[in-house]
């Protein structure tokens, strides 16, 4: 049953033969040439066979997770191992016949394992955790704006921001090397994860060109699309957005329409917002004024394909005049679209947390992706 699910699944979804033009991102530079996906794991046999080790070796932790996110339901268990079966029955599929789905990429392997849950009415497997994240990292979030304002030099400003933005990055669930820190250390901060990411020279460093852009006339609209809850949205993404703002650079937060991972959802991160609001005026004011707004990207998955995006979030690009796109975490900006091209100025910002991928990029655990393009 489970197998069926999932080839229904990859005939909807993974078929762009017929995309829907509406749901189009209007800022491509060339959508017709456009892959969202960074490797073809189809061709390279080393990455497919890394990755195919990778999430079944992860399967376990899954079973686990599920089992905690609704233990007092009494079919939980079954329907655990269901999923294990699920899934472990697909990447089987792959490994006979690598072409079984038509295309074979890390973007396809996390939405299979999404849909393996969600045929198991797993939806949404982070929902306390999330939860109890949200409301710990808004208890820091006046301090850590106090901290940004009292950096009076411009530039000495936004590096904290971009820095911060990326540190954030790292409370992501979905990484081994994280959730194994997360579940060991109760303490690890915003702080601690600035002490852990990459020192400058970064990876991909493209950070005194955007500060040198700042210097310039301010953009008219950012979008960006955001990755994780927690520290990540509240602490990272937030005093960012609040900088744009203070520039009058409107933003559009998109966020998961779905939930995956511990990403942060559109329903959740507009309940941030709204109690962001009783810490920071200046996220209030642009809320009322209509100059910040959150919508839904359209995406159920914690990768990004700039090709199915929500058709109200299309026109809101198009009416705004997006001039800056964002995307952050290895999902969207790492996994999907790192050599995609814009109409527009884009950051591109990550923080590489496998081994084997930054090792195959030319860095070390915790490098730092941060692409600036005009």
Same mark, same amino acid.
């Given at each position: 049953?489970?197998?069926?699910?999932?080839?229904?699944?990859?005939?909807?979804?993974?078929?762009?033969?017929?995309?829907?033009?509406?749901?189009?991102?209007?800022?491509?530079?060339?959508?017709?040439?456009?892959?969202?996906?960074?490797?073809?794991?189809?061709?390279?046999?080393?990455?497919?066979?890394?990755?195919?080790?990778?999430?079944?070796?992860?399967?376990?932790?899954?079973?686990?997770?599920?089992?905690?996110?609704?233990?007092?339901?009494?079919?939980?268990?079954?329907?655990?191992?269901?999923?294990?079966?699920?899934?472990? /029955? &697909?990447? *089987? !599929? $792959?490994?006979?016949? =690598?072409?079984?789905?038509?295309? %074979?990429?890390?973007? @396809?392997?996390?939405?299979?394992?999404?849909?393996?849950?969600?045929?198991?009415?797993?939806?949404?497997?982070?929902?306390?955790?999330?939860?109890?994240?949200?409301?710990?990292?808004?208890?820091?979030?006046?301090?850590?704006?106090?901290?940004?304002?009292?950096?009076?030099?411009?530039?000495?400003?936004?590096?904290?921001?971009?820095?911060?933005?990326?540190?954030?990055?790292?409370?992501?669930?979905?990484?081994?090397?994280?959730?194994?820190?997360?579940?060991?250390?109760?303490?690890?901060?915003?702080? /601690? &994860?600035? *002490? !852990? $990411?990459?020192?400058? =020279?970064?990876?991909?460093?493209? %950070?005194?060109?955007? @500060?040198?852009?700042?210097?310039?006339?301010?953009?008219?609209?950012?979008?960006?699309?955001?990755?994780?809850?927690?520290?990540?949205?509240?602490?990272?993404?937030?005093?960012?957005?609040?900088?744009?703002?203070?520039?009058?650079?409107?933003?559009?937060?998109?966020?998961?329409?779905?939930?995956?991972?511990?990403?942060?959802?559109?329903?959740?991160?507009?309940?941030?917002?709204?109690?962001?609001?009783?810490?920071?005026?200046?996220?209030?004011?642009?809320?009322?004024?209509?100059?910040?707004?959150?919508?839904?990207? *359209?995406?159920?998955?914690?990768?990004?394909?700039?090709?199915?995006?929500?058709?109200?979030?299309?026109?809101?690009?198009?009416?705004?005049?997006?001039?800056?796109?964002?995307?952050?975490?290895?999902?969207?900006?790492?996994?999907?679209?790192?050599?995609?091209?814009?109409?527009?100025?884009?950051?591109?910002?990550?923080?590489?947390?496998?081994?084997?991928?930054?090792?195959?990029?030319?860095?070390?655990?915790?490098?730092?992706?941060?692409?600036?393009?005009?």
């Amino acid at each position: 049953m489970q197998i069926s699910y999932i080839s229904d699944y990859s005939k909807t979804i993974l078929n762009t033969k017929n995309m829907d033009d509406s749901r189009l991102c209007p800022l491509l530079r060339d959508p017709a040439a456009y892959n969202p996906d960074t490797l073809d794991l189809i061709k390279d046999t080393e990455a497919r066979e890394f990755w195919l080790d990778c999430f079944e070796n992860l399967i376990n932790k899954y079973v686990s997770y599920a089992l905690q996110s609704d233990s007092e339901d009494s079919t939980v268990e079954t329907r655990a191992q269901r999923f294990r079966k699920c899934y472990v /029955e &697909a990447i *089987g !599929k $792959i490994r006979d016949d =690598p072409l079984c789905y038509g295309i %074979l990429s890390v973007r @396809l392997l996390l939405d299979l394992k999404e849909n393996c849950l969600r045929s198991q009415k797993f939806d949404d497997l982070w929902l306390k955790q999330k939860a109890t994240e949200n409301d710990a990292a808004l208890n820091k979030l006046s301090d850590r704006l106090k901290e940004i304002d009292s950096i009076d030099e411009e530039d000495n400003k936004w590096t904290e921001l971009c820095n911060g933005l990326l540190a954030g990055n790292m409370f992501d669930w979905g990484a081994r090397a994280i959730s194994e820190i997360l579940e060991t250390n109760s303490n690890f901060g915003l702080k /601690e &994860a600035l *002490g !852990k $990411i990459q020192k400058r =020279p970064w990876l991909v460093d493209g %950070l005194d060109r955007w @500060l040198n852009r700042l210097k310039c006339t301010p953009h008219t609209c950012s979008a960006i699309f955001v990755d994780n809850s927690g520290v990540d949205i509240v602490l990272g993404v937030l005093p960012f957005v609040r900088q744009l703002l203070l520039r009058n650079t409107n933003v559009i937060l998109c966020a998961n329409s779905k939930p995956a991972l511990n990403d942060t959802t559109y329903r959740e991160l507009t309940d941030i917002l709204i109690r962001v609001s009783d810490i920071c005026q200046v996220i209030k004011e642009a809320l009322e004024d209509g100059r910040l707004i959150v919508m839904e990207n *359209g995406q159920t998955g914690p990768c990004l394909d700039l090709r199915t995006l929500d058709t109200k979030l299309c026109t809101a690009m198009r009416d705004k005049n997006v001039d800056l796109l964002i995307i952050e975490g290895m999902g969207r900006a790492l996994h999907t679209n790192l050599t995609a091209e814009f109409k527009c100025e884009c950051l591109k910002m990550a923080v590489v947390k496998n081994p084997w991928l930054a090792k195959r990029l030319g860095g070390d655990i915790f490098s730092v992706i941060f692409q600036y393009e005009t």
